[in-house]
């Protein structure tokens, strides 16, 4: 008896779901596309406050300009290059792990914390909400 439930359940699962993917689920794209935009401003915004910091253009999106940027115009520390390994790019890391760390030991700069939010904005508008605006039919009720 337990497992006929359970396999009851399940079946009524697998209905809900296979009529999510024959038919979709209701988006308000209005909705959906409210967040995207904020994002992008505020993506614009820590934009010109790098800018502003270094007096000059800087591509927050390019790992080798936020490098040079940090470690040769703004002369933070650079991470330690690991006993035998070799600078691939001759550029300091600009990892997250290695950009928190500078944002929690040097507050007095203003861009690595700049940096770690733009690209979290970013990820989170290429993974999820642009690829889902992308495949969203703007109404397909019938």
Known sequence: PAGVAVMQR????AQ???DMELHGLPLHL???RRPLGEVQRRCEALSREAEALLGGPLNLGSPQQ???AL???LRLPPPPVPAGAAARSGHGSTNE???ARLAASRPDCALPAIVLEYRHLRKATDAFLEPLLAKAVPD???
């Open 66 to 68: 936020v490098s040079e």
């Open 97 to 99: 792990a290695h950009l």
């Open 30 to 32: 209005p909705t959906l």
């Open 16 to 18: 809900v779901l296979t």
């Open 10 to 13: 399940e079946l009524t699962v």
């Open 140 to 142: 397909c009720r019938p």
């Open 71 to 73: 470690y040769a115009r």
